[in-house]
């Protein structure tokens, strides 16, 4: 194993081997210690997508929620899943089966369609066009600002999927997904997150699926693997300490020197990481 190879899997906290069942019960009771720790809040929010990472998640926050409220006897804290399709969302059956499966305590569903055309709009008014990959940027920076309204209306955290699969390949938006409260899923590869929705019995449909950021019109449903030139169990079989190809190696420590402002604090005179 190369030295950036293991700097790597350190910096993402990846273990080469989980038990599913301990993952699960670390990440609930770290979402419940943070309630508790700041009481100004009473829950989470999240965006369900349809796909595996929002779907484990909010899977993970409702039993968060639901044990915080057996524990104290009431209905004092809430999980709220939200729907924020861009129009009319292609895979909204999974969206379904996904909040279905999780049982949110609550469901609300903000379209982001007229706000991001108007954005675009006011954008080209002012002699600004964007390309139809920075139009996806303003789609997944839109959803985070609605969650962050309903968690401030609602006194709730702001939940967000990053995990070590997409961290180092820095395939998230900056301020948009890649923007939260806390991460509970920092640390799991993508097959790890398979392994705990089989363990809580998730339809296998939602984590088989092929995982898609589906922000761009022209590509609709695009393909992560395609857009980032390398397989999720490439990468996987990296964060676990595993051998892969020179290509595939090449391919991922690239994705990961470049994206590296994506990770870091905001720099500043008061860091280096950027030197």
């Keep these: 194993m190369s030295e950036l190879q293991q700097s790597v899997i350190n910096a993402l906290h990846v273990k080469p081997e989980i038990d599913p069942k301990e993952e699960i019960r670390l990440r609930i009771d770290f979402m419940k210690e943070y309630l508790q720790k700041f009481s100004f809040a009473n829950g989470f929010v999240l965006g369900i997508s349809g796909g595996q990472d929002s779907t484990l998640l909010s899977k993970l926050a409702q039993l968060a929620i639901d044990e915080l409220n057996q524990e104290e006897e009431g209905e004092t804290y809430q999980f709220i899943g939200v729907e924020l399709p861009y129009g009319k969302q292609g895979d909204a059956d999974d969206v379904a089966d996904a909040i279905e499966f999780?049982?949110?305590?609550?469901?609300?569903?903000?379209?982001?369609?007229?706000?991001?055309?108007?954005?675009?709009?006011?954008?080209?008014?002012?002699?600004?066009?964007?390309?139809?990959?920075?139009?996806?940027?303003?789609?997944?920076?839109?959803?985070?600002?609605?969650?962050?309204?309903?968690?401030?209306?609602?006194?709730?955290?702001?939940?967000?999927?990053?995990?070590?699969?997409?961290?180092?390949?820095?395939?998230?938006?900056?301020?948009?997904?890649?923007?939260?409260?806390?991460?509970?899923?920092?640390?799991?590869?993508?097959?790890?997150?398979?392994?705990?929705?089989?363990?809580?019995?998730?339809?296998?449909?939602?984590?088989?699926?092929?995982?898609?950021?589906?922000?761009?019109?022209?590509?609709?449903?695009?393909?992560?693997?395609?857009?980032?030139?390398?397989?999720?169990?490439?990468?996987?079989?990296?964060?676990?300490?595993?051998?892969?190809?020179?290509?595939?190696?090449?391919?991922?420590?690239?994705?990961?020197?470049?994206?590296?402002?994506?990770?870091?604090p905001i720099a500043s005179i008061y860091n280096d990481w950027w030197k």
Excluded: W
């Excluded at 706000?115 to 066009?129: C, F, I, M, P």
């Excluded at 820095?170 to 590869?189: I, Q, R, S, V, W």
């Excluded at 397989?231 to 300490?241: F, I, R």
């Design 102 to 264: 999780i049982q949110p305590s609550k469901v609300l569903t903000v379209n982001i369609k007229e706000a991001v055309d108007a954005s675009e709009k006011a954008l080209r008014a002012g002699g600004v066009v964007i390309s139809d990959f920075l139009k996806g940027n303003e789609k997944a920076r839109e959803r985070m600002k609605a969650q962050y309204s309903i968690a401030g209306v609602h006194n709730c955290f702001v939940l967000g999927t990053d995990h070590a699969a997409e961290a180092i390949t820095g395939f998230f938006t900056k301020h948009g997904d890649g923007a939260c409260d806390l991460a509970p899923l920092e640390g799991l590869n993508k097959r790890q997150g398979k392994q705990l929705l089989k363990a809580l019995g998730c339809p296998e449909h939602l984590y088989l699926k092929k995982p898609t950021a589906d922000l761009e019109d022209d590509r609709p449903a695009l393909a992560d693997e395609e857009a980032l030139g390398v397989t999720y169990e490439e990468v996987d079989d990296y964060l676990e300490g595993k051998e892969i190809s020179q290509e595939a190696r090449e391919v991922i420590e690239g994705h990961y020197i470049k994206t590296m402002h994506k990770r870091e």
